[in-house]
């Protein structure tokens, strides 16, 4: 037998997986989606590889000639057989290599350099504890030095639950246990003992006691016996020395959010709801894609929890994706109220070691439910009856690093394996999606109105252009301070939004006009007021906020640039009874701190909430009938087609954060473009007629949903070489390529500097043109081939970023 092996070798990638013959052995364990060692290359060096497929044709003799496989470093298939088929297909969707997608199926914790652990879990014979496990719990799993049949034994043991496979990682990621007790002795046992035992010895018997109602193998926890007993530690431990019984590490699960949510009841749909859900359920078992296109307060969160319900009762298991779970506490416990412990959460804001147990509680079928953002589109779900993503427009959904997926690919790939209703969900959906929707690939589910028959809120726009006489320095124009107050008075809140899309606060020499640029990158430093620095966005790079020009030596540096905090300060000026929560990336790095935030705002411990995108979507709060919008422009100076999309997207998004209970809500926006028709259509609440003539625009600029487009990056650290490269791809593409396929650049991208890394990009547009793929394939090996000489290249499909 001869297994197919993925390797991960980052210079020699290749989908085609490798051949290795399997060691007598192995033979029994190896099987598909499991990982291994093998050697690889000249040097025959040890790399890590996936199996991928198992090859029953015996070579007779021939196998001799292939390297084996080293060893095993999974006891069962990590990756299931569906996962497998999604990596090979998402490899070649996505033009990267199979390995980086099985990598970015699996949390973290597995990536990593880890150390195997054998934990027994269970009683077992002499023959292993002592010829296996030495006599001990917990050994480092290292096959090397096991024989072939203790492996076979492993692997039974492991199939009976007897034995577990642990890993840890750097002391972050290790399965989390605490102290358990156990005894090896038998209840007659036990009794001679306690017959042993001195009169006032009350404590130790009533131990032994309890010990002789365990069932053999039974673990109980040790705090709960002491708390339960009322029992002292040192009792406990005396035990253990005299061998009545020992301690036995018990696993636990980390709890990702410690919050108690109290459960709730499905509500009573509203007959637009109702009609919804009626179609979602009639297409149950199909892979259908509904695109959910519902005002801002329509329900629609109440739809998806009534279609996940359903599925369930029907003993499916359903995978729910929102665009950035850490900035929508919210949504999560709305989900969690509803089903519980079933639910798993899978984002960014967990420790690696809450994801690692998530995802196991996952692949255990102990959790059906999860929800998570991009990458928990990979969770290991089983059966899944129904796929939700909400906010389907996000761009958060596509990753910007390689592999450069979008998770709404991967989810329709898996709604067809699954033959499981896919719900795109939005109040703005994405051109594509609504396009899509037009032509009948996806149907349309509409919900028109919001929940009570509430009226969207009164939007009003500021002028800003005509503000500049006044040239006061203020942010927050007096209508809107005047707004503001009168809702303080009435025990209401407000919502201040700061756009800070394509738009920084900076430092800048009055006298010579420079602006303090990044050493390593062709962009402007950001100022941070908090730790007095100026930071590079793209590299981190940081410093101190100069005192004198480095150019000229003057003294007259000025700070530029509204930024949250001074319109906190600003606001504590103008109104200085206002109780202020600021959101922002300084105020929320550290873990849970969304959370609590928007937890005090609900608690009306503020009136403002004042802050930057991360509070333009998905809240909830009955109060808030006041939004304004600082600054609605700064992202439609942007050099890219869906700026106005964008943009559109944002205001109405953060405009249906007001008036969503009993209260009518009003917003503000101010803005220096009042007739741009991004802001005009905001302003009406017209997402279809957005649509109508976005989609024209699009025609004819050639851009998506018309035309697709692919971006392909070249980066070296010589600006020369860069461009040279790029240029010969140029070439090359135009030879390879018929003239259906337009062939923007190459030109040097937007900053074209990163990281001291020179960046080069072309832009391909083009409508049905099968050999694209192809051709795109091929230049994958290219660059391949090329990465030796400090050549990076970047295919991006549908890129949702052009700087
Ligand atoms: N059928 C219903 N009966 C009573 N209340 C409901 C019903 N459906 C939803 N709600 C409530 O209405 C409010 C708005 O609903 P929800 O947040 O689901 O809207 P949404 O469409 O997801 O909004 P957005 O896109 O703006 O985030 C919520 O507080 C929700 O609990
Ligand atoms: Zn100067
Ligand atoms: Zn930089």
New binding site residues.
């Given amino acids: 037998m001869l297994a197919q092996v993925v390797v991960d070798v980052p210079t020699r990638q290749t989908n085609q997986p490798y051949t290795y013959a399997i060691p007598e052995e192995l033979r029994q364990y190896v099987v598909v989606g499991m990982r291994v060692v093998v050697p690889f290359g000249q040097g025959a060096r040890k790399v890590q590889g996936f199996v991928v497929g198992l090859l029953t044709t015996d070579l007779n003799g021939f196998d001799g000639e292939l390297k084996a496989i080293s060893q095993i470093l999974d006891l069962y298939p990590i990756v299931n057989a569906e996962l497998l088929k999604l990596s090979d297909w998402l490899a070649n969707w996505t033009f990267s290599f199979r390995i980086s997608i099985l990598q970015a199926m699996l949390p973290n914790v597995m990536r990593a350099k880890y150390t195997r652990y054998l934990q027994l879990v269970d009683e077992v014979d002499d023959e292993i504890l002592y010829g296996i496990f030495h006599g001990q719990e917990r050994i480092i799993f290292d096959e090397n030095t096991l024989t072939a049949t203790s492996l076979a034994q492993l692997a039974k043991l492991r199939r009976n639950k007897q034995v577990v496979v642990t890993y840890e990682v750097t002391s972050k990621a290790k399965v989390k246990t605490e102290s358990g007790i156990q005894t090896s002795l038998s209840f007659e046992q036990l009794e001679d003992i306690k017959l042993g035992l001195r009169a006032n010895a009350k404590q130790q018997n009533k131990l032994l006691s309890y010990l002789q109602t365990l069932e053999p193998g039974e673990v109980v926890s040790q705090h709960q016996l002491r708390d339960r007993l009322a029992l002292s530690n040192a009792v406990i431990n005396t035990a253990v020395r005299q061998g009545w019984a020992s301690k036995q590490p018990i696993e636990i699960y980390r709890q990702p959010s410690k919050t108690i949510v109290q459960p709730d009841q499905p509500?009573?749909?509203?007959s637009q709801?109702a009609k919804a859900l009626q179609k979602i359920k009639a297409a149950s078992g199909t892979p259908t894609t509904f695109l959910l296109e519902?005002v801002?307060?329509?329900?629609?969160?109440?739809v998806y929890l009534q279609a996940i319900d359903y599925e369930l009762q029907h003993g499916k298991t359903a995978l729910m994706l929102v665009p950035e779970i850490s900035l929508t506490p919210q949504m999560m416990h709305r989900v969690k109220k509803r089903f519980g412990t079933k639910v798993a959460v899978l984002h960014s804001g967990l420790s690696a070691g809450e994801r690692f147990d998530e995802w196991r509680r996952i692949e255990r079928r102990e959790a059906t439910v999860v929800i998570g953002a991009r990458s928990a589109i990979f969770a290991p779900l089983e059966n899944i009856g129904i796929i939700i993503m909400d906010e389907e427009h996000e761009a958060s959904y596509k990753q910007d690093e390689n592999p450069r997926y979008h998770a709404r690919d991967v989810a329709k790939w898996r709604s067809a394996y699954y033959n499981a209703p896919l719900i795109l969900g939005s109040?703005t959906p994405s051109l594509e999606s609504r396009a899509r929707a037009q032509k009948g690939v996806y149907q349309l589910l509409m919900l028109t109105e919001r929940?009570n028959q509430q009226a969207l809120p009164e939007v009003k726009l500021i002028d800003l252009r005509q503000k500049i006489m006044h040239a006061k320095e203020q942010s927050v124009a007096d209508e809107l301070l005047v707004a503001i107050k009168e809702r303080m008075a009435q025990h209401e809140q407000s919502v201040l939004l700061l756009n800070r899309r394509g738009f920084s606060s900076f430092v800048m020499c009055r006298d010579c006009g420079l602006v303090v640029q990044c050493p390593n990158c062709d962009i402007g430093l950001t100022l941070h007021m908090d730790t007095k620095t100026l930071k590079c966005h793209y590299c981190g790079h940081e410093e101190a906020i100069p005192t004198q020009c480095p150019n000229c030596r003057s003294k007259a540096i000025k700070y530029y640039g509204t930024g949250t905090q001074k319109v906190e300060i600003e606001l504590q000026k103008l109104l200085p009874t206002a109780r202020v929560i600021r959101m922002d990336l300084d105020t929320t790095s550290k873990k849970g701190a969304h959370e609590k935030l928007l937890k005090a705002f609900g608690n009306h411990e503020a009136d403002i909430l004042l802050g930057t995108q991360m509070i333009a979507?998905?809240l909830?709060f009955p109060d808030v009938t006041l939004v304004g919008v600082l600054n609605a422009d700064t992202g439609l100076g942007i050099p890219d087609f869906r700026a106005s999309e964008r943009t559109f997207q944002l205001l109405t998004q953060v405009a249906?954060r007001a008036g969503?209970a009993d209260k009518p809500g009003t917003v503000f926006i101010q803005t220096y473009n009042p007739t741009h028709y991004a802001i005009k259509m905001a302003q009406a609440h017209d997402y279809e007629k957005f649509y109508r003539y976005e989609m024209q625009i699009r025609h004819l600029a050639k851009y998506a949903p018309y035309y697709f487009t692919i971006k392909i990056q070249a980066s070296h650290a010589d600006e020369r070489t860069a461009a040279l490269m790029m240029t010969k791809i140029g070439q090359w593409l135009r030879q390879r390529l018929t003239a259906e396929v337009t062939i923007l650049g190459p030109t040097p991208r937007s900053i074209a500097r990163i990281k001291n890394r020179f960046y080069y990009q072309i832009i391909l547009k083009y409508q049905n043109v099968p050999i694209v793929e192809q051709v795109m394939q091929e230049l994958q090996l290219i660059a391949q081939a090329n990465s030796r000489n400090g050549m990076q290249l970047i295919i991006d499909r549908e890129p949702l970023n052009f700087m």
């Fill in positions: 509500k009573v749909l509203h709801q519902g801002t307060g329509s329900g629609k969160t109440e109040a929940i979507k998905g909830d249906g969503r």
